[in-house]
């Protein structure tokens, strides 16, 4: 059974920075499909950024390329999400999230994720 704890949220100001990790434990796979997804309430979940771990392929959701970097370190089992030129509209709980699988042509569906961490939150304030 895999575990994802995130860790890194917090208050920013606009114009930013903050980098997010999850750190995974229990792993049974050499490689995972990882995201970083994001929740306000009353909304749906959103996909900020996926990857797959085995080809390095990765995806960005449209409010955040160009800002935002996903990556992964297989050593230290850790992922991370590099924010800059933050905005208010960044402000969310943010959630990482794997699969054991190499990759799918929809990599950041949340659907397709069964392991998701408890969330962090990121508040980002003018």
């Known amino acids: 059974q895999l575990q994802l704890v995130e860790s890194g949220g917090g208050l920013a100001q606009v114009g930013g920075s903050l980098r997010l990790s999850c750190s995974a434990s229990g792993s049974t796979s050499d490689y995972y499909v990882v995201g970083w997804f994001r929740q306000v309430p009353g909304k749906e979940r959103e996909a900020v950024s996926c990857m797959s771990t085995l080809y390095g392929t990765t995806k960005y959701g449209a409010s955040v390329k160009g800002r935002f970097t996903i990556s992964g370190d297989d050593a230290r089992r850790t992922m991370y999400l590099q924010m800059t030129d933050l905005k208010p509209e960044d402000t969310a709980v943010y959630f990482c999230?794997?699969?054991?699988?190499?990759?799918?042509?929809?990599?950041?569906?949340?659907?397709?994720?069964?392991?998701w961490g408890q969330g962090t939150q990121v508040t980002v304030t003018s």
């Open positions: 999230a794997a699969r054991a699988e190499a990759t799918v042509p929809d990599m950041c569906a949340p659907s397709f994720y069964n392991y």
